[in-house]
Nanobody, 118 residues
Framework: VQLQASGGGLVQAGGSLRLSCAAS????????VGWFRQAPGKEREFVAA????????RYSGSVKGRFTISRDNTKRTAYLQMNSLKPEDTAVYYC????????????WGQGTLVTVSS
């Protein structure tokens, strides 16, 4: 599975962005998708995740209520809608995938930069 993340950019605080994570290659839809981010000088941290069916989502406390993860399996694409952005959301955002039942994320996109100005 190859993942392609896109949608990053520069936005003012309070603004919105939608990130996309498109899957290609030989894959079914039976994989979970997660979004992670890494700010300069910091470790990569979990942001949000969604199960293969889209029936279960999970968020970090810092983004809950502001970000929404979703997926469209017909397009093999997952999304991260980010609202009420804050300067501390500035980071490179990565999407990852893992097969059902696997703990570690197996495939990663290349990352897309989100910069939130104050």
């Amino acid at each position: 599975v190859q993942l392609q993340a896109s949608g990053g950019g520069l936005v003012q605080a309070g603004g919105s962005l939608r990130l996309s994570c498109a899957a290609s290659g030989r894959t079914s839809s039976f994989y979970d998708v997660g979004w992670f981010r890494q700010a300069p000088g910091k470790e990569r941290e979990f942001v949000a995740a969604i199960t293969w069916s889209g029936g279960t989502t999970r968020y970090s406390g810092s983004v809950k209520g502001r970000f929404t993860i979703s997926r469209d399996n017909t397009k093999r694409t997952a999304y991260l809608q980010m609202n009420s952005l804050k300067p501390e959301d500035t980071a490179v955002y990565y999407c990852g995938s893992r097969r059902i039942g696997i703990i570690d994320y197996e495939n990663w996109g290349q990352g897309t930069l989100v910069t939130v100005s104050s």
